[in-house]
């Protein structure tokens, strides 16, 4: 697939998505709320898991790390085929607008770099019915494990769109997510990590300039 055609995006401003005053404020999240809330969802999580179904703690570190791993690849999933979802109808493309496309029109509005907290509730509490239905008692870690990795990708998103690349090995991921905004949105879909677009091949593509200095894809 070549790159899409960009449109340039507007650095200021939060436009309005909903004539109903209660969704359009739900729209707007402050980055604390979500990391407080599933960060205290997880050490929850985590302690019922080892003082209430007596886990041993690297049993529960264990699961812990499966979670969070699992979490990147859900992560990757969402925003290709979700966030990203080909808006072949009107219908289509409201919902991906209101999912996604307002980021990458306003990138730099803090206020909707996170899902709102209500619906992030909702979803959790989906995923532990079906996490515990598959995994049982092992969700209480698997699912902290998850949660912190979901809170850990919102940091990095609102650092990203919030402050300046710093001058440290994390610039890797400021880099790559100004690619997927600024030149090829059809690929760069990691944002915590780069390492299932590595397996799913989708890199950025190299520049001319890139290809003539000898950059291996």
Not at 24 to 30: A, M, P, V, Y
Not at 97 to 120: C, E, F, N
Request: net charge positive.
């Amino acid at each position: 697939m070549e790159s899409q055609k960009l449109k340039r995006p507007r650095h200021k401003g939060s436009p309005k998505l909903f004539e109903n005053p209660l969704l359009e404020k739900l729209t707007h999240t402050h980055i604390s709320l979500p990391l407080i809330i599933f960060g205290s969802i997880a050490a929850v999580l985590i302690y019922y898991g080892i003082f209430e179904k007596g886990f041993e703690v690297p049993f529960m570190l264990l699961l812990f790390v499966a979670g969070l791993f699992f979490f990147t690849l859900a992560e990757y999933l969402m925003h290709r085929y979700l966030y990203h979802i080909p808006a072949t109808t009107e219908r289509r493309k409201r919902i991906s607008y209101t999912m996604h496309g307002v980021h990458h029109d306003y990138p730099k509005d803090k206020s909707r770099l996170a899902m709102p907290p209500v619906l992030s509730l909702i979803i959790a509490t989906v995923l532990f019915i079906i996490y515990r239905a598959v995994l049982g008692d092992l969700v209480f870690g698997f699912l902290a494990g998850f949660l912190v990795g979901y809170a850990g990708y919102l940091a990095i998103h609102y650092s990203v769109h919030a402050f300046k690349v710093p001058n440290n090995f994390l610039k890797t991921l400021w880099y790559h997510h100004s690619i997927h905004h600024y030149r090829e949105p059809d690929r760069a879909f990691g944002v915590s990590s780069p390492l299932w677009d590595h397996i799913f091949r989708t890199m950025p593509r190299k520049t001319p300039v890139e290809r003539k200095k000898g950059y291996i894809d």
